[in-house]
């Protein structure tokens, strides 16, 4: 994990830059296609240029073709040994090939003003917690946003209040992520979201 800042806001104000978490697999109910592509137009008609892992299957691809539906600017990070793997997008606005998943979280991150996380696998939770894990540091700081798709995240959102009711997060992290049901909502949950700043350092450990 970097540990220097990767971006400098402070709050949930100019966001443009946002990076999508989402699953590549292709063996998922509908719904979730669905919704992954509508994320992907609703971020593009609202004028946001989207980093995400590069892959051209599963909800990456279905949000990247939304996106690039409606005109958007799309860029693609993947390391070099998952590009056969993950079938990178063909169509994007620009692909960067990194030496491995490391760097890969890192530049997904690098000046990107907000993380938007569709339904996923392991990656995709590892993701979302080192953003997590970055802004309870003080480090990153943008607005964190779960796309709940038919509740696919509620034992995810339980054991995240089970970890600030057992106090090994305090109650002000609790506020360090918000969900949405759908993906119409997304716009305006990454522009609601509460301000967040460096001074998170100094209550990143739970007192008594």
Not at 77 to 86: A, N
Not at 154 to 183: C, I, K
Not at 185 to 198: C, F, I, K, P, S
Request: hydrophobic share 45%.
């Amino acid at each position: 994990m970097q540990t220097e800042h990767l971006n400098h806001q402070a709050g949930p104000r100019g966001i443009h830059r946002v990076t999508v978490y989402a699953a590549s697999s292709r063996a998922l109910a509908p719904a979730y296609y669905q919704a992954a592509t509508r994320v992907g137009e609703v971020l593009a008609e609202a004028g946001k240029t989207i980093v995400f892992g590069g892959g051209g299957a599963g909800l990456m691809g279905a949000m990247a073709d939304g996106a690039l539906s409606r005109g958007a600017q799309v860029y693609g990070i993947v390391p070099s040994f998952l590009q056969e793997l993950e079938l990178s997008h063909a169509g994007l606005t620009g692909l960067e090939i990194v030496a491995d998943m490391r760097t890969r979280k890192h530049r997904m991150l690098e000046e990107s003003d907000a993380v938007v996380t569709l339904p996923g696998g392991c990656g995709t939770y590892e993701e979302v917690f080192e953003a997590l894990t970055l802004k309870r540091l003080g480090l990153w700081l943008g607005p964190v946003v779960l796309v709940n798709t038919n509740g696919f995240y509620d034992r995810f959102l339980d054991f995240l209040e089970h970890s600030v009711r057992e106090r090994f997060m305090g109650e002000a992290h609790a506020r360090m992520w918000n969900v949405v049901r759908e993906p119409e909502e997304v716009v305006e949950a990454l522009h609601g979201a509460q301000a967040w700043d460096r001074d998170a350092l100094s209550f990143a450990n739970v007192g008594d």
